[in-house]
């Protein structure tokens, strides 16, 4: 019975940052990442309206540090005309550095950053739902809730 308890503490183990707990950014940047890796994901202002003008997102992501109102007025008045989800992030060089504008050096870390303002995610690009996927889709109903 000691083994099978072993092997289930390995696998997290090997994975120690990711296994961090799970919270809306951590789920966010996994399901970004997955629908980076995908082709998944729409960025940028002229993108992601067209994208939302379509309703072909299945959610958007806002920077709050976005300093032109009318681009975030506009964002927001598609997500919400088309009852698609808006999660809105702190700054707009983390969402940057999640959606892959961005170059990664040699020891890992993320470089010559670009900031991104809006993207929306077309494709979540998961055949299984991951523990992330579950969590950001719990999250949203929780705050399309209130």
């Known amino acids: 019975e000691s083994a ?3 092997t289930p503490v390995e696998a997290p183990a090997t994975e120690a940052a990711p296994a961090a707990p799970m919270n809306e950014v951590t789920a966010l940047q996994e399901v970004l990442k997955r629908a980076v890796i995908g ?6 202002l ?3 309206a067209r994208c939302l003008d379509r309703r072909q997102a299945h959610l ?3 920077a709050r540090n976005c300093d032109e109102p009318a ?3 506009l964002v927001e008045a598609l997500c919400t005309e088309h009852s698609i989800p808006l999660i809105k992030v702190d700054d ?3 969402l940057g550095q999640w959606v892959g504008l961005c170059k ?3 020891e890992g870390k993320a470089r ?4 991104c303002s809006c993207c929306a995610v077309r494709d979540y690009c998961t055949q299984d739902n991951t523990e992330a996927f579950e969590y950001l889709q719990n999250y949203i109903k929780t705050v399309k809730a209130e």
């Open 4 to 6: 099978p308890v072993e």
């Open 39 to 44: 082709n998944g994901i729409v960025r940028g």
């Open 46 to 48: 002229r993108e992601v």
């Open 60 to 62: 958007c992501i806002l």
């Open 71 to 73: 681009y975030v007025k």
């Open 92 to 94: 707009n060089k983390d």
């Open 104 to 106: 990664i050096d040699k």
């Open 112 to 115: 010559k950053i670009v900031a």
